[in-house]
Nanobody
Framework: QVQLVESGGGLVQAGDSLRLSCAAS????????MGWFRQAPGKEREFVAR????????YHADAVKGRFTISRDIAKNTMYLQMNNLKPEDTAVYSC???????????WGKGTLVTVSS
């Protein structure tokens, strides 16, 4: 059974940094895409970043490009999201996901809350 468990969220001030982790288990993720999504209060879930597990090719949403960086450690089966220069509008529940195609995520974590105060 595939499990994705996020950690690293918290309350920070604008301009601070956080690193989120997503520990994956239950299968090998060769040929999978893994990504981060977020959902702010009262808003729809939005894509943040994704990475190809084997090749490490990344793609970031325009809203976070230059501030957030997605990465993964294959040996630890863990994906990360380094978030720098956080803004209040980054406040959201951040969830990790995995799937065989970039736009088709089959597995989801429960999420971790990031709150950025101004």
């Amino acid at each position: 059974q595939v499990q994705l468990v996020e950690s690293g969220g918290g309350l920070v001030q604008a301009g601070d940094s956080l690193r989120l982790s997503c520990a994956a288990s239950g299968r090998t993720f060769t040929n999978y895409f893994m990504g981060w999504f977020r959902q702010a209060p009262g808003k729809e879930r939005e894509f943040v970043a994704r990475i190809s597990w084997s090749g490490g090719i990344t793609y970031h949403a325009d809203a976070v490009k230059g501030r957030f960086t997605i990465s993964r450690d294959i040996a630890k089966n863990t994906m990360y999201l380094q978030m720098n220069n956080l803004k209040p509008e980054d406040t959201a529940v951040y969830s990790c996901a995995a799937g065989m195609a970039p736009l088709s995520m089959a597995y989801w974590g429960k999420g971790t809350l990031v709150t950025v105060s101004s």
